[in-house]
Each structure stands twice: as structure tokens, then as C-alpha cells.
């Protein structure tokens, strides 16, 4: 892989992935004035948790017509001036966090119960292809190898962020999900706080008597109901508890905490099993199945003996054409109720026939 950085008009910064050497990235012809993104981040007093508040995202580009598409490249609307690229990776023109954010005020209102901070880290843009018709699932292994190599890059990269403690990398898939645009691309977050779910994962891999997800691994592969592909140095099953109507975790046989940690080797089976993984989702239902596909790594700090990296990619929907709405008991209690039985759905996955060669 050949790494190639640059810089858009505004400032922010590009980076490019190639497997061949020779990249010569073109100038941004667009006169951008430079990026003033307004993020802060306020904490729930009865929960504890971060919400982030960015006023200026409520104007980012909303499904253009396929002309018009930011991230096809060249083009007059592009946030990608070259011609061509493989993977690409950039600063997110509309974050949920930057390093730019104006300061604001340590409290809302003076009341010292409700606390404030600027959003600083960073959210970063990566484009998988510039085939603005294609899918992570439908590029050949190669190409998927290089967007591995570009996670585990730009997990580094945020990692050693002053204004960065944990850093998440996820692809949203289909309209059903939120998705903006369409041109397959993923998203990285570096966020300033570690976040909920991974806050719970810690406490309770800190209380569990081992190591909890190499216990877990464990059960679900002497189990294997719930098995859906099995490698040298990768399982991917269903959770015994799947919250959602579709649910795989990947993870690794050994303990890594992030992606950054993984050998060639691991790098290399991941791309493959990755990519037949998505391909059975795919022919779950017999059409693309939206979904979100999200790497868990461990904080940048503390907690890093104790969180396994993997995957988790998760889809709403329930059956053909129809879709999982997030209704009282999870939106308003987080207690979740899943009408698919794991078991049925890992059956089903291992059954299906992988489209595409």
C-alpha cells in the first residue's frame, strides 16, 4: 500500500491509498473558506452520558443526485480533486468533532449541573472505491485488504491525538439506516470521551473473573449454533443475546486491542472472511441489506488489556421488506426485544450462497 497526504482548499487534510506508487494528488480548485465547524459536547446529569450538539451539521449534503456526488471523484461538487483513487480518506467537511471548534463555556446556563466542552477530536470521511455504483461487498479481496490497511492507519493516527481516547470505525449502509449519500464510504470517529457502550464493556469485562471476550469466543465456538464462518484467525457468530433482527460479531482468536495491533496474517483472512460476511447479508433477503458495520476498539488510554477488538455489523431489518423501528421499550428504556432468534438468523447466514464471484 502507498500512502500519499494532501490538503483540500479549507485546510482540511486528504489522504490517499493506492496500491500502486506514483500518486501525484491534483490542487482543490474550490474556493472553500476555511473550515469553522461548531461542536460541544454536554453531559446528562442523570446518566452520565456525552450528547454531542453540532449546529452546523443540519446542513450537510443530503442524497445528491448521482452528478453531484461529493465523493465520485474530479468533479466540480468533489471532495476528491484527482481523477481516479483506490481508498481515500478525508476530514469530514461537516463533523460531529474537530480540532477546529470554537471554545464555549464550561457550563450551560452557569448551572454547574449541566457541564459543556468544545468537541474537539476529529471525524474523517473514507471512500472505498470511487466506483459510485459499487459495494464494500462487491470489490475484489485486494481492494478490501487496502481499506483495511486504511482503518488501521487512521486508527493510529487518532489514537496518538492529545484531543482523541477512543477512535471508531463504522460503515452506514442503506437509506433505512440514515444514510446521506450513496457512494460506498465509510466514516471514522475520534471522540474526546470514551463512549457508552464501551464504558459498559470495560466494567464488565473488569468484574468478569477472566477474560471475558476470550470466554465468550470460547462458548459461541464449542457451541456453534451460533457460528456462521470459522478461520485460522477469525470466528464471526450471533451473539447469544442479539439485539437486533440481524447481528454478527467478528472478532479475532487472540487478544488485540485495536486495529492498528493486527499481523499481516490477520490482516489478510480479515479482508476475506469480511467480505464473504457481507456477502451473506446480502443474500439474506435477496437484496442489498442496509446495515451498520462497526469496528469496538479499545480507548487510547487506559483499558486497552481489556477490550478485544471486533466487529459488530447490525441491520434493522426484520424480514423481506420489512423493517425493526426502535419504539418504547428500547428508544425509552434501552431494553431491547428481538423478534428474530439469533440461532435462526446464524443458521440462515451459514446457509446462503454468497452473490458475486
Known amino acids: ?23 501525484v ?3 482543490d480548485p474550490r474556493g472553500l473558506p476555511a473550515a469553522e465547524p461548531l461542536c460541544e459536547v454536554r453531559r446528562d446529569p442523570l446518566t452520565g452520558d456525552h450528547v454531542t450538539v453540532t449546529a452546523h451539521r443540519n446542513a450537510r449534503t443530503f442524497l445528491p443526485p448521482p452528478d453531484q456526488c461529493p465523493l465520485c471523484p474530479g468533479g466540480p461538487a468533489s471532495e476528491i480533486p484527482d481523477a481516479a483513487y483506490d481508498v481515500v480518506a478525508f476530514e469530514n467537511r461537516f463533523p460531529s468533532f474537530s480540532s477546529r471548534t470554537a471554545g464555549v463555556p464550561p457550563t450551560i446556563d452557569g448551572q454547574e449541573l449541566f457541564p459543556r466542552a468544545p468537541g474537539r477530536g476529529r471525524c474523517e470521511v473514507v471512500c472505498f472505491t470511487d466506483d459510485h455504483d459499487a459495494s464494500l461487498a ?36 442503506g437509506v433505512e439506516i440514515g444514510v446521506t449519500l450513496h ?18 464493556m470495560l466494567a464488565m469485562a473488569a468484574a468478569h473473573s477472566g477474560d471475558l471476550f476470550a470466554d ?16 485460522e484467525h477469525w470466528t464471526a457468530f450471533v451473539p447469544a443475546a442479539a439485539r437486533w433482527p440481524v447481528e454478527v460479531h ?14 499481516a496474517a490477520e490482516r489478510d483472512e480479515l479482508a476475506v472472511l469480511y467480505r464473504d460476511l457481507l456477502r451473506r447479508c446480502d443474500a439474506l433477503y435477496g437484496t442489498p441489506l442496509p446495515y451498520v458495520a462497526g469496528w469496538h476498539q479499545a480507548p487510547a488510554g487506559e483499558g486497552r488489556d481489556l477490550i478485544r ?32 432468534p439469533p440461532e435462526r438468523i446464524a443458521e440462515r447466514l451459514r446457509e446462503v450462497a454468497p452473490h458475486l464471484p
Open 1 to 23: 500500500m502507498f500512502r500519499t497526504s494532501s490538503r483540500l482548499a479549507d485546510g482540511r487534510e486528504i489522504i490517499y491509498f493506492d496500491g500502486k506508487p506514483g500518486r
Open 25 to 27: 494528488p491534483v490542487p
Open 138 to 173: 462487491g470489490l475484489p479481496v485486494a481492494r478490501v485488504r487496502t481499506v483495511v490497511e486504511a482503518w488501521a492507519d487512521r486508527t493510529a493516527d487518532l489514537s496518538a491525538r492529545a484531543d482523541v481516547a477512543q477512535v471508531f470505525v463504522f460503515e452506514n449502509r
Open 183 to 200: 457512494h460506498p464510504h465509510g466514516q471514522i470517529y475520534g471522540y474526546p470521551f470514551v463512549t457508552p457502550r464501551t464504558e459498559r
Open 216 to 231: 465468550v469466543l470460547a462458548a459461541e465456538r464449542d457451541a456453534g449454533t451460533r457460528v456462521v464462518q470459522r478461520g
Open 250 to 263: 467478528l472478532m479475532p482468536h487472540r487478544h488485540v486491542p485495536d486495529l492498528p495491533a493486527l499481523t
Open 309 to 340: 477488538l471486533h466487529l459488530q455489523l447490525l441491520s434493522v431489518r426484520r424480514a423481506p421488506g420489512k423493517i425493526k423501528y426502535l419504539a418504547g421499550s428500547e428508544s425509552g428504556m434501552a431494553a431491547w426485544i428481538n423478534d428474530v
